[in-house]
């Protein structure tokens, strides 16, 4: 479900993979995504696994809080395999318009796969693009909302991530921001490190994937608590911030309107 990456900005570079069938528009790669890239064939399984099918309900509750409304503009940063940024397209409808956004090449065309053999006509509304979360391709202003899923802990410069995010949203919008919570009780921390050693690692080196979902305990621990969350969104600008515990206090979900 949720990664630690060694990551940092790439400069754009545009691919001419792009195709109107597919819908993607890839615009920058590079080998710091390549761990992204390596785990997209299971990752969709893996999230149920590991999550017992509740990161359904976990990223409904993130999508309901950007307030997204039919016809609106709206960005999925993050996106990996597209789960909010299909949430978002239901919410959206035919008339709106949804961008999933991701630096992994790989976690976008099962993105884009997922789409296609989908029959729901709303997911017409969404374009997939690659790139780099600190540097994104839009205008500012350009928003009516941003979900971000399990992004925001995995990018390395996380004031520059909130003052992107800042800038492409509109002025009252919101964004939404879920991923695993940082406790502030030692209680629920020792809870999710239980789990993650005992529960997580196991299941997912049954995928060869126990190296990948080992940093999921240094990078929660090197995550913001949800208060620090709040601190940051307003130091970005943010007219308001606040912070959720979900799902038992394991999860968090900033909510911050520009
Ligand atoms: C743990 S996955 C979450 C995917 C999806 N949002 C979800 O909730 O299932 C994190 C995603 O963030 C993307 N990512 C990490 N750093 C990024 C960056 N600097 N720019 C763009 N995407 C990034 C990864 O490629 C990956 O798909």
Request: glycine content about 6%; some cysteine; aromatic content about 8%.
């Amino acid at each position: 479900m949720a990664l630690s990456s060694p990551v940092s900005s790439c400069a754009h570079r545009r691919y001419n993979i792009s195709s109107s069938s597919s819908r993607i528009r890839i615009r920058c790669s590079n080998e710091r995504q390549a761990l992204f890239n390596r785990i997209s064939p299971v990752y969709d399984n893996l999230n149920d696994l590991l999550s017992l099918g509740q990161h359904r309900i976990w990223k409904r509750m993130a999508v309901s809080w950007t307030e997204a409304k039919k016809g609106d503009n709206v960005l999925d940063l993050c996106c990996g395999s597209g789960d909010i940024a299909f949430l978002l397209s239901e919410k959206v409808g035919l008339h709106g318009k949804v961008t999933g956004y991701d630096f992994s090449k790989d976690q976008l065309l099962v993105a884009a796969s997922r789409q296609h053999l989908s029959l729901k006509a709303c997911y017409n509304n969404i374009v997939w693009i690659e790139g780099d979360a600190l540097d994104m391709p839009f205008p500012d202003t350009s928003f009516d909302a941003i979900a971000v899923g399990y992004g925001l802990r995995n990018l390395v410069d996380r004031p520059k991530a909130m003052n992107e995010i800042f800038r492409v949203l509109k002025p009252g919008s919101k964004v939404s921001i879920l991923d695993f919570n940082k406790s502030a009780s030692p209680f629920t921390t020792s809870i999710q490190e239980w789990a993650i050693d005992n529960v997580v690692v196991p299941v997912a080196s049954n995928y060869g994937l126990a190296k990948e979902y080992k940093y999921l305990k240094s990078s929660i621990r090197e995550f913001l608590t949800g208060r620090e969350l709040e601190k940051l969104a307003l130091e970005t600008g943010f007219s308001h911030a606040k912070h959720y515990e979900i799902g038992g206090g394991l999860m968090g979900n900033l909510v911050a309107t520009r």
